[in-house]
């Protein structure tokens, strides 16, 4: 069966409600804005994202944020984004916070198939010994906190166990594809869109450009297609600034 899907729309056509999600990108950077628009359109909820951040207020994941479709997040940075900052504190969305670099290991273990690992990022933290907020009540009070993680040493050194993440689908952003899935991402858009790629049942990829078989050099490729189940052409996206800063 071909790989390549006509629409964004067509792409996540059977994401359902409650449905688990990878998303690649960091802050507004190589985000899969299309494939996010779609979800969008198509009204699904009680979605559980797995991404870096949370987009801002009108665009990337703050569509779907502001649009109450978000159920849960695991995230690494929440910033910029004062709808999520809103929901999270007033009890209308799970948060859980997740350093940086465990992040992008969780992902990657998850589409390596390897269940969990160890790390020293979090120990003696509230992220390896729990207690960290993941829902508030209305009034204020926590809900639900994590728990505590195993730890173990090795080494003379301790080590927290992080559990690896595979979601139902991913959505990820890349320059160049081929029609088999094959990937190329573009500088710094490469950040999370690999390893959310890799971590999906079910990964549709949105391309600036699709290209035959055999036209991109196999040196070229990031991400092979073996990881991706879907592509779309959506051409040259309107790349958002996060932050823009000038000077007089």
Not at 37 to 52: H, T
Not at 78 to 101: C, D, I, M
Not at 117 to 131: K, L, M, N, R, Y
Not at 153 to 174: P, Q
Request: charged content about 20%.
């Amino acid at each position: 069966m071909s790989k390549v899907y006509a629409s964004a729309a067509e792409a996540v056509a059977d994401v359902q409600d409650g449905a688990s999600l990878a998303v690649g990108g960091f802050g507004l950077c190589g985000i899969p804005n299309a494939l996010i628009d779609g979800l969008a359109e198509r009204g699904v909820s009680g979605l559980e994202v797995f991404s870096n951040n949370c987009g801002v207020d009108d665009c990337g994941l703050g569509i779907l944020l502001s649009a109450r479709q978000i159920r849960r997040v695991t995230a690494s940075y929440v910033g910029e984004n004062k709808e999520f900052a809103r929901q999270y504190l007033s009890g209308e969305l799970e948060v859980e916070l997740t350093p940086q670099g465990t992040l992008a290991e969780r992902l990657r273990a998850g589409g390596a198939g390897i269940p969990a690992f160890f790390t020293p990022a979090g120990v003696g933290t509230p992220v390896s010994e729990g207690g960290l907020p993941w829902r508030y009540h209305a009034d204020g009070s926590v809900a639900i906190a994590s728990p505590a993680k195993e730890t173990r040493e090795f080494g003379g050194k301790t080590f927290v166990l992080e559990e690896s993440i595979v979601a139902d689908y991913a959505l990820v952003h890349a320059e160049i594809g081929d029609t088999e899935g094959n990937l190329v991402f573009n500088k710094t858009a490469m950040n999370f869109n690999p390893l959310a790629a890799m971590a999906g049942r079910v990964t549709i990829a949105q391309v600036e450009r699709l290209v035959e078989p055999g036209e991109l050099d196999p040196a070229q490729v990031h991400l092979p297609g073996v990881f991706v189940q879907r592509v779309v052409q959506t051409g040259l996206q309107d790349k958002r600034i996060e932050k823009r800063t000038v000077s007089a």
